[in-house]
């Protein structure tokens, strides 16, 4: 059982931290909390279907594929994540040698002189010390049950990181192409306020309109070059946030020619117990909960006997051709058995310790569950709210660019004002900027809530292992 488990532990980890001593792969199954719902409560509908793997080539986007391989080659914060993983691996190695003897060879060489009478002396050792310390209570197979699972939990947030690079240099490409879309509008809008004050001037030159209307077109012209520089520098500065996950220095330099797809069908949303396996972020806080219980084994077993065997092997002479002569070699076995006896409370107050951070960390797990859970959810509302908007926007977008074409027909005929042609391109504006941005937001989200639901970009997750085996 667990060491001195107490009922305040929840009872979705039970049946896993009941045991510490048991097998590596029968402990590391997930499990669920009890009140964890059948389906998603926003949507039903594809709930039965498998998530998605391989979403970024549902894109289609040669560039973007670039771009991504780029990334996970070049990105230094992945880099060194890579390297935690490889870090963790070698502290498995360290914890694995404890279960193994361990052999020392040592040599001493000394020269002295006598002056009462004058003499030499010349004395040479050699020894070979092998030293074993018998797990008895399975403490240092509990330790190294802990670095194997920290090892697991490492490769999963690795999983984890790779992923959610990928969603960002997603994202990243799609606000640089967002923001040149927007750029082009401004261009677009800032030729047809110049082609609007042309023709404004040359009636105002004939007697036809008013000065009124004459500053009115060139005021929203400047604010039309006005808006031009502003999205200059925000295209900028969205091109070096994609180059810095591309791992090259932000020169701001990246150009994105391309359109925004529109993405506002229903994906398989799967079920809700299988994100507990499927998310790699699920699975290194699983596997950091079971590596508390193996080290909250660890620090009870501190507290029993421990059983240390020692062998030696020696030899001393005052010449070194003479070493290992069969009528001077020594040798010696040992065994010896240590228990604490008094520590001043030591002991007890580190598995005190490592018990308070198992319940931590089980907590820990249930938050990273339910956040889980909940980015789902999230993602779901806000994908139905989306689509929602982009039909909305895209039937004011042609209603504001028949009104604007209109009203300055309406203008010219002397039978509206000025004013109400400004008013009439600012709705168009508005809509056409608004469509761009929630044609984004469409991705933006497809993105998140592949990444939420733990989708794979590339091809699903094998389930990661440790290179050591447990037994």
């Known amino acids: 059982m667990i060491w001195q488990c107490k009922p305040t532990l929840l009872a979705i980890s039970v049946m896993l931290l009941s045991g510490c001593a048991s097998d590596l792969n029968s402990s590391q199954r997930m499990q669920a ?3 964890m719902p059948q389906q998603w409560q926003q949507e039903a509908s594809s709930s039965a279907l498998k998530v998605q793997e391989q979403w970024l080539t549902q894109l289609q986007n040669p560039t973007l594929n670039k771009f991504v391989q780029q990334a996970l080659k070049n990105n230094q914060q992945l880099l060194q994540t890579s390297y935690d993983v490889e870090i963790q691996k070698q502290q498995l190695i360290v914890s694995g040698a404890a279960l193994w003897p361990s052999l020392d060879l040592s ?42 699972l920290n090892y697991l939990a490492q490769q999963a947030r690795f999983e984890q990181a790779k992923q959610q690079l990928v969603a ?46 004459v500053y009115l077109a060139r005021n929203e012209l400047n604010n039309e070059r006005s808006r031009i520089a502003t999205q200059t520098a925000s295209l900028s500065a969205s091109a070096r946030v994609l180059e810095r996950l591309l791992g090259e220095y932000p020169k701001g330099a990246i150009t994105a020619i391309s359109d925004l797809p529109v993405i506002n069908t229903d994906i398989p949303l799967g079920l809700p117990s299988e994100l507990i396996t499927r998310k790699p972020t699920l699975r290194a806080s699983w596997y950091e909960l079971l590596a ?27 010449r070194v051709s003479d070493f290992f002569s069969p009528s001077s070699l020594a040798w010696s076995l040992l065994g010896s058995i240590s228990a604490p006896l008094f520590e001043g409370g030591r002991l007890k107050a580190n598995e005190e310790i ?31 709210s989306l689509k929602a908007q982009y039909t909305s926007t895209l039937e004011a977008q042609e209603n504001a660019l028949a009104a ?47 990444i939420a639901l733990g989708g794979d970009f590339a091809k699903p997750s094998s389930e990661l292992k440790s290179n050591n085996d447990e037994n």
């Open 33 to 35: 909390p009890n009140n």
């Open 107 to 148: 040599t001493r060489t000394s020269r002295s002189k006598d002056n009462r009478p004058v003499s030499y002396d010349n004395a040479s050792s050699v020894s070979l010390n092998l030293t074993y310390e018998v797990d008895l209570w399975g403490k240092l197979s509990d330790a190294k049950r802990e670095a194997n």
């Open 168 to 213: 960002d240099v997603v994202t990243g490409w799609f606000d640089v192409v967002t923001a040149q879309q927007l750029l082009d509008l401004f261009k677009r809008r800032e030729a047809n306020a110049q082609q609007n004050l042309d023709i404004i001037e040359s009636g105002y030159r004939q007697g036809i309109n008013e000065a009124l209307d």
């Open 292 to 318: 508390a219980d193996a080290s909250l084994a660890y620090a009870h077993k501190q507290r029993f006997p421990s059983l240390d065997l020692t062998a030696s092997l020696s030899d001393s002479t005052d």
């Open 354 to 384: 490592a018990r308070l951070n198992t319940q931590k960390q089980e907590q820990l797990y249930l938050q990273t569950l339910y956040d889980a859970f909940g980015d789902v959810e999230n993602a779901i509302s806000q994908q139905q």
């Open 404 to 450: 604007e074409q209109l009203s300055f027909e309406q203008y010219q005929s002397g039978l509206v004002t000025y004013t109400t042609v400004l008013d009439a391109q600012d709705r168009s504006f508005d809509a056409q900027s608004s469509l761009i941005d929630i044609k984004n937001q469409l991705i933006a989200n497809r993105i998140n809530l592949y």
